[in-house]
């Protein structure tokens, strides 16, 4: 925090506990608190400032350089710090549908991942919470991540993870717009970004997907770990069709929902299982080859269209390559070029 031009550094903590002088109501304190050497020599964790909450505190984050954001119970509190009553002023509040769990900020954008709402965007202005856009699915919201302006991949409790855009117009929606929907084996509890490639791998984006040179790493409720990649259309029809052939081969089925009628793709068609990939890279070349030519033989124009799919993706295909070769090599740097 800033205060009268000096920076001073503090933990902050959000907590709960049981009032027993009050029939066992539950209650809830953040609590500022700062780490300093000791006259003794030894570190010590001294309590600077505490905000009495009716409720438990859910999550919390700073705004600007001397204000906090933070929930506690169904209410999203602003407090800033006066430096004549060393007290937090009340700035604004406002109540929600369920608990905020996770607070983010990007002035004077608040994002809130809800317990029962999923994502919830707030602009602070002029003294006060605006709600500008939810998502259009309630969702029991865990955890969010920013990857570009306006698009957030969002998880839930019951192990989807959903990418979600905010429209720069709000007068035409005010929803939260789902692109892709994913179900994974374990809800997501972090997700995070870097660079976790080796030295040999090559540098840059790969091609077929919007990374910004870096990885998207999740972790699961149950301590697994994953590696998330955001594709690009045309990569994405070329693995979705791969899968679909060894699903098919698996006795499986094709995991393909209906498009609607009004021609607006199903999120779900915009996730690829990597274990499906990995399982094919298994396979074999020759596997994916005799898969073509055995519905060419059927009457179809498999491996022409393949090759067609394989030459859209950027980067991977020359015209002198043999396209299947080509798609095994990429998928093979997608699903394992990442080091975990």
């Known amino acids: 925090m800033e205060t009268e031009g000096k920076i001073?550094?503090?933990?902050?903590?959000?907590?709960?506990?049981?009032?027993?002088?009050?029939?066992?109501?539950?209650?809830?304190?953040?609590?500022?608190?700062?780490?300093?050497?000791?006259?003794?020599?030894?570190?010590?964790?001294?309590?600077?400032?505490?905000?009495?909450?009716?409720?438990?505190?859910?999550?919390?984050?700073?705004?600007?350089?001397?204000?906090?954001?933070?929930?506690?119970?169904?209410?999203?509190?602003?407090?800033?710090?006066?430096?004549?009553?060393?007290?937090?002023?009340?700035?604004?509040?406002?109540?929600?549908?369920?608990?905020?769990?996770?607070?983010?900020?990007?002035?004077?954008?608040?994002?809130?991942?809800?317990?029962?709402d999923s994502m919830l965007v707030l602009k602070f202005e002029d003294d006060k919470f605006n709600g500008l856009f939810s998502d259009e699915v309630a969702r029991n919201g865990f955890h969010h991540f920013q990857l570009f302006q306006g698009f957030f991949l969002a998880t839930d409790k019951e192990l989807g993870v959903v990418g979600l855009w905010q429209p720069p117009d709000r007068r035409n929606v005010e929803s939260l717009v789902t692109v892709v929907e994913a179900e994974l084996t374990s809800s997501i509890s972090r997700i995070r970004q870097g660079n976790l490639r080796p030295p040999w791998y090559m540098k840059g984006t790969p091609p077929g997907t919007k990374a910004s040179g870096k990885d998207l790493i999740a972790s699961g409720i149950d301590g697994s770990m994953f590696h998330l990649t955001l594709l690009e259309e045309d990569s994405l029809h070329l693995l979705r069709y791969i899968q679909d052939l060894y699903r098919t081969k698996a006795g499986i089925g094709r995991?393909?929902?209906?498009?609607?009628?009004?021609?607006?793709?199903?999120?779900?068609?915009?996730?690829?299982?990597?274990?499906?990939?990995?399982?094919?890279?298994?396979?074999?070349?020759?596997?994916l080859r005799e898969m073509l030519m055995k519905l060419d033989e059927t009457g179809g124009s498999a491996l022409a269209g393949f090759t067609e799919l394989v030459g859209r993706v950027q980067g991977i295909f020359q015209e002198e390559s043999d396209p299947i070769d080509a798609a095994m090599k990429y998928m093979n740097e997608l699903v394992h070029g990442v080091v975990l």
């Open 8 to 116: 001073y550094r503090y933990i902050v903590v959000g907590t709960g506990y049981i009032n027993v002088t009050a029939s066992s109501l539950l209650k809830g304190r953040v609590l500022i608190l700062s780490v300093v050497l000791g006259p003794s020599g030894l570190v010590e964790v001294r309590r600077r400032y505490q905000i009495p909450c009716e409720a438990p505190v859910y999550s919390l984050a700073p705004y600007s350089s001397s204000s906090l954001v933070f929930c506690s119970g169904h209410n999203i509190n602003m407090r800033t710090l006066n430096t004549q009553t060393k007290k937090f002023d009340i700035v604004a509040e406002k109540k929600l549908r369920s608990p905020a769990v996770q607070i983010t900020v990007a002035e004077p954008w608040i994002h809130l991942s809800c317990g029962e």
């Open 255 to 287: 995991h393909s929902p209906q498009d609607p009628e009004n021609g607006v793709r199903d999120p779900r068609m915009g996730h690829v299982d990597g274990d499906i990939l990995v399982a094919v890279l298994k396979l074999g070349n020759e596997w």
